[in-house]
């Protein structure tokens, strides 16, 4: 296993490049207005400008963050510059008790609870499938599908009709990884927990989408990959980069509000840098 550039889980502050994960550039047209949001893993990248995006359109926003205290700070004053309301909960989606929580307390002090993306992951690369310990598979398994579970189900009894939950997968889970293994499988299990989800809260009124996104330079990647990969990463894209989180947000504001995508649930959506997927 290759050392990481930086420590896990990564702050973006210590990234050797600068994401552009803040909105800065993105206009609101007030799609959220009224609408009260959950965004786990919403400390930085994806989860960061997600987050942001939400509050430009006019939600308020309860992010779901392991540890990274700098970097959740700092998105909850990004929002709250928006006029927004920023909820910061602390601590392991791994752990059941916690995801309900955090559902229980955004509910409580938001108001209400409207939308829930799924959001928070956890990698780490191996050589070869004798290195990947029966204790990483579960912990991957514990944060990246586990934890999706807990929060939807937790979610049921507060999200009205027309609410909406977004899952976050990854291309992996559309074509696998090598070194990847079970941070593939677990992106393969959103994309089906997807499709099951849509099916089974379809007479809720309650949609469920997911995106899929190709490589995106967020902390994830130089805490989890060595110099060498972190350099390359995203060369293999047809763009010939990987996207910054700025650019895959404005896919969880089209499934988030229900007049851009009242007919979707149970659709995958895959912002990968110019591919094009069979199927």
Wanted: proline share 6%; aromatic share 8%; charged share 25%.
């Amino acid at each position: 296993m290759n050392s990481e550039t930086i420590p896990y889980p990564g702050e973006t502050e210590d990234m050797p490049s600068p994401p552009r994960d803040e909105m800065r550039d993105y206009r609101g047209q007030g799609l959220l207005t009224g609408r009260k949001a959950l965004v786990t893993g919403g400390d930085s990248g994806i989860g960061r400008a997600t987050a942001v995006a939400f509050a430009k359109e006019g939600a308020d926003v309860a992010i779901a963050y392991l540890n990274e205290v700098d970097d959740a700070e700092h998105t909850a004053d990004l929002i709250e510059r928006e006029g927004r309301r920023c909820e910061r909960y602390r601590g392991d989606l791994a752990d059941p008790e916690h995801c309900r929580e955090v559902v229980d307390k955004t509910d409580a002090e938001l108001g209400a609870l409207h939308i829930v993306v799924n959001n928070v992951g956890y990698q780490s690369p191996v050589d070869d499938l004798s290195e990947l310990t029966t204790e990483q598979w579960r912990r991957t398994f514990a944060v990246n599908v586990d934890s999706y579970f807990h929060v939807t189900k937790a979610a049921l009894k507060h999200l009205p009709r027309g609410g909406s939950i977004i899952n976050t997968a990854s291309i992996n889970g559309l074509r696998g990884n090598k070194r990847l293994i079970d941070y593939s499988a677990t992106k393969g299990a959103v994309i089906a927990l997807t499709y099951s989800l849509a099916q089974s809260l379809l007479d809720r009124g309650i949609r469920v989408n997911c995106v899929a996104p190709g490589p995106v330079w967020t902390p994830l990647i130089p805490a989890t990959l060595s110099e060498g990969e972190v350099e390359r990463f995203g060369a293999q894209a047809p763009y010939g980069r990987a996207a910054h989180p700025d650019e895959i947000a404005p896919s969880y504001v089209f499934f988030a509000a229900g007049t851009m995508s009242s007919y979707y649930s149970g659709e995958i959506l895959a912002p990968i840098g110019g591919e094009t997927l069979p199927g």
